[in-house]
């Protein structure tokens, strides 16, 4: 059984002029020459389709959206399956979720993490490949597409409930893919949290972990004799063509065999850089890609290392964190915030008491409760 998994696909700017013009070998033509030697392959679909009129939602950040065609080009390209657990999938409310399933069923597209409620959105996708069985998990980060009991949406990453998704699929399947969406935007390596969560999968019974979200690539491990990629950046997302880590990812062939062992491969290429396609790259500059590639999986293998990195990071970018959380934001206010008087006013104290209602669960469970509310009030 040959897989390929794939990242981030999202037809907008040039890519998306040349898909509705139906010219899809311009953008995916070098993919179909891989996928042609594949059993079954699978791709992120990072916006919804909107066919009838839908307004975006209330949320920040963009409202992304493709239209049918989208689903078309990537059946052209030999893809099988679309991963829906991702935060752009409820963009466009139910009309979005329902013109997206109805694509996937008219093209004979398979989907998974995402439903018109929250337990078609965790249901296990099962598929009979070469003889043998495989299941497919996916989830993503709670943003603001998550399903509920009454609304579409995609399936949240929930630790308890992917360990039982776990178990069912490795009593009813040969193999057991997860697929997640998550990890911090622009960062190329994955944090403690996420290295503990997809050790734990592993842990549970799953054959291989495969993660994307980034808009940039990560590294991978091999844990237990089992895969684990933490991000394989984007597919095909047009809108920053002079940026090298937004323009590079890789797709992940998986071969798994009667045994529980599984093989892989790497196939990198550049995206939406000088022209708007996905080009499989050789040579010199694949030498550069796995020169960089087995840099960060060392310094995935060294946790000092990895935590240096990462608090590092974070540091550099905790600006939009206060400018978010500082309820009135100007550079007078930020100064008064920062001198001894703002010290006063929020004291060590105070800090102390919003730290804790972040961090504890229960406070965070009131706080969302707290915050939907309000929401709605507007």
Not at 54 to 70: E, H, T, V, W, Y
Not at 185 to 200: A, D, Q, V
Request: hydrophobic content about 35%; charged content about 25%; proline content about 3%.
């Amino acid at each position: 059984m040959k897989l390929i998994v794939a990242g981030d696909f999202c037809p907008r700017e040039r890519v998306a002029t040349c898909i509705e013009n139906d010219d899809y070998e311009a953008v995916v033509g070098e993919v179909k020459s891989v996928t042609n030697d594949i059993d079954y392959a699978i791709v992120n679909l990072e916006c919804p389709v909107v066919e009838h009129g839908a307004m975006p939602i209330d949320k920040c950040g963009p409202n992304l959206r493709c239209s049918r065609k989208a689903i078309e080009a990537l059946k052209w390209a030999g893809f099988d399956c679309v991963t829906l657990a991702n935060n752009h999938f409820f963009d466009f409310g139910e009309t979005g979720v329902k013109d997206t399933l109805e694509a996937c069923r008219a093209n004979e597209t398979d989907y998974v993490g995402g439903g018109q409620n929250i337990k078609e959105a965790g249901r296990i996708l099962y598929k009979e490949i070469n003889g043998q069985k495989l299941a497919i998990v996916n989830c993503c980060e709670h943003e603001f597409s998550i399903a509920t009991e009454d609304a579409g949406g995609s399936n949240p990453l929930n630790i308890v409930k992917q360990y039982y998704a776990i178990q069912e699929a490795r009593h009813n399947a040969d193999h057991v893919l997860i697929i997640i969406h998550g990890g911090v935007e622009l960062f190329w390596l994955p944090s403690k949290r996420m290295i503990e969560t997809f050790r734990f999968f592993i842990d549970s019974g799953a054959d291989a972990v495969v993660n994307h979200h980034q808009h940039c690539y990560s590294g991978y491990e091999v844990y237990k004799g089992k895969p684990i990629f933490y991000g394989l950046g984007n597919f095909c997302f047009d809108g920053k063509p002079d940026d090298y880590r937004w323009t590079s990812g890789y797709m992940v062939s998986l071969r798994f065999g009667e045994s529980q062992e599984v093989n892989f491969d790497i196939i990198p290429y550049r995206q939406c850089a000088d022209s708007p396609n996905v080009r499989i790259i050789h040579d010199k500059e694949k030498e550069d890609f796995f020169e960089k590639l087995n840099d960060y999986n060392a310094i995935i293998a060294n946790n000092e290392q990895r935590e240096e990195a990462y608090n590092k990071w974070c540091g550099q970018n905790e600006g939009m964190y206060k400018v978010v959380l500082n309820p009135v934001n100007n550079r007078y206010i930020a100064w008064l915030f920062e001198s001894k008087i703002g010290k006063k006013i929020i004291s060590k104290r105070k800090l102390l008491q919003i730290f804790d209602y972040l961090v504890n669960e229960s406070h965070i469970e009131r706080v969302r409760m707290l915050f939907n509310r309000e929401i709605n009030k507007r």
